[in-house]
C-alpha cells in the first residue's frame, strides 16, 4: 500500500505523548510524517520539526498555518493528530474535518457535550473519519477479551469492573507544580479532574470489550487533598445499556499504584481479567473449572487478537504498540475509503466521535451524579436518547 500522508499538531519537545503517537504511527510504515504544528512557540515548532525530518515549508508555526498550508496541496496529508491542551481540541478538529482531513484526536475529545455533538454531526457531514486515541484498545488482548465477549464465551456479561488509579498526585506539596495545577483548576480542566483524565480510558475500555454502552451512572466524588476544587477520586456506578452492570475506580492519589488500568468481565459461563501493566497475560476462569492463562501470540487466538499481536510470544509489548494498532486501524479505513472497498472486519475497531461524545456525556453526568450525593443521572448524551 503507498504510503499515507501524516501530520501533526501539538506533541512537540518534551511531550509525554508525542513520541508515542509518532513511534505508533511510523511502526508498520503506512504513514510518512510529513507536516506537523508542534508547539505553541511558533519557531520552537518550527525547529523541532525540521530536526524530526520535517521539510522546511511543512513544519508550520501554528495549526492554522498548517490547514492554510496542507490544504491545497496535492500531496496533502491524509490524517492529522490532535495532541494538543483540551481546551483546544474542538476547534482544530471542527476545522480539519470542515477542510476533508481524516483526525485522531486525543481525549478527551471536547470540553462540553453540545461540543462533541457537534464534531460528531461535522464528521457525518464531511464523510470523514473522526477517531478519538483511547489508545488502551489497541492492545491485542483487550481485542480478544471483546471477541471473546462477542462469540459468547462468556455467556450473558453480568458484571464489569474497570479501575484506572495511580497514586502520582498524592503529595499534597504539589498543590503549586503547574504540571498538576492545571489538572484540577475547572477554568482548565473544565468539570472534572480524575475522571475526565483517566476514568474516561476505563468506562471506554469496559464499552469497548463488553459491547455495551453506559446509560445511567452514580457517581461518588471527593477531593482528599482539600485544595482541589476538582475530584482526585471518583467511585462509579455503572448501569450498561444492554443489561449489565458496572464498577469503576479512578483516583490519583493511591500511592503505590503506578498506571492502574485493569478491566475484570464477569458472565455466566466464566470470567476474564486483564491489566495494562502485565498487557501479555489474560486470566480466564470458566465457571466450575481452572484458571487459565492466556497468552499474547499463542496460537488459536482470535483474528482481531492476531492481527494486532506484534512480537513473538513472551516478549513485551507495550503502549507504542498499541497505539500502533489504532493507527494500523485508521490506514485499513482510509485506504478502504479510497479504495472503495469494503473494511477489514478485524481492522474496524478504532474508537470514533461517537465514542468522545459518550465519554464527555459520562463525565458531565459524573460531576453532576457527584454534586447530588451520587443520584442516579443519565449518561447518554442528548443525541444518543
Not at 311 to 333: K, Q, R, S, W
Request: proline share 4%; glycine share 12%.
Amino acid at each position: 500500500m503507498t504510503k499515507l500522508g501524516w501530520g501533526m499538531i501539538g506533541g512537540g519537545e518534551g511531550s509525554q505523548i508525542g513520541p508515542a503517537h509518532r513511534l505508533g504511527a511510523g511502526l508498520d510504515g503506512l504513514f510518512e510524517f510529513r507536516a506537523g504544528a508542534l508547539d505553541h512557540r511558533a519557531e520552537a515548532g518550527r525547529d523541532y520539526g525540521q530536526r524530526l525530518g520535517l521539510d522546511a515549508d511543512r513544519a508550520y508555526g501554528d495549526w492554522r498555518e498548517m490547514l492554510e498550508g496542507e490544504k491545497n496541496r496535492p500531496d496533502r496529508v491524509d490524517l492529522v493528530t490532535v495532541a494538543t491542551p483540551n481546551a483546544t481540541h474542538f476547534e482544530i478538529t471542527k476545522a480539519f474535518l470542515e477542510a476533508g482531513f481524516h483526525v485522531l484526536c486525543e481525549k478527551p475529545m471536547t470540553m462540553t457535550v453540545e461540543e462533541g455533538e457537534e464534531i460528531v454531526r461535522t464528521a457525518r457531514a464531511a464523510d470523514r473519519i473522526c477517531a478519538v486515541n483511547y489508545g488502551y484498545s489497541g492492545y491485542s488482548l483487550v481485542r480478544h477479551m471483546r471477541a471473546m465477549v462477542a462469540r459468547g464465551d462468556l455467556g450473558k456479561i453480568r458484571l464489569v469492573k474497570a479501575e484506572f488509579a495511580h497514586g502520582h498526585h498524592a503529595d499534597a506539596a504539589d498543590a503549586d507544580n503547574p504540571r498538576v495545577r492545571w489538572r484540577y483548576d475547572p477554568a482548565q480542566a473544565g468539570v472534572s479532574a480524575q475522571f475526565a483524565d483517566c476514568g474516561i480510558h476505563a468506562l471506554h475500555m469496559a464499552s469497548f470489550v463488553i459491547g455495551q454502552e453506559v446509560a445511567r451512572l452514580s457517581a461518588d466524588t471527593v477531593s482528599c487533598i482539600e485544595s482541589r476544587t476538582l475530584e482526585d477520586d471518583a467511585m462509579v456506578n455503572l448501569r450498561f445499556d444492554g443489561g449489565a452492570v458496572g464498577r469503576l475506580w479512578t483516583s490519583s492519589v493511591a500511592i503505590g499504584r503506578q498506571h492502574g488500568l485493569t478491566l475484570q468481565v464477569f458472565g455466566e459461563k466464566g470470567g476474564l481479567s486483564w491489566a495494562q501493566e502485565q498487557p501479555n497475560q489474560l486470566y480466564l476462569m470458566p465457571l466450575g473449572g481452572r484458571r487459565e492463562v492466556i497468552e499474547r501470540g499463542e496460537a488459536g487466538l482470535s483474528p482481531e487478537a492476531d492481527r494486532t499481536s506484534r512480537v513473538t510470544i513472551g516478549h513485551a509489548e507495550g503502549m507504542p504498540l498499541a497505539f500502533a494498532n489504532i493507527y494500523a486501524d485508521l490506514a485499513e479505513a482510509i485506504a478502504a475509503r479510497k479504495a472503495g472497498r469494503e473494511m477489514d472486519p478485524a481492522a474496524d475497531l478504532y474508537p470514533r466521535a461517537e465514542d468522545g461524545l459518550r465519554s464527555m456525556a459520562a463525565v458531565f453526568a459524573v460531576a453532576e451524579s457527584g454534586k447530588r450525593d451520587g443520584a442516579w443521572t443519565e449518561a447518554r448524551p442528548p443525541m444518543f436518547r
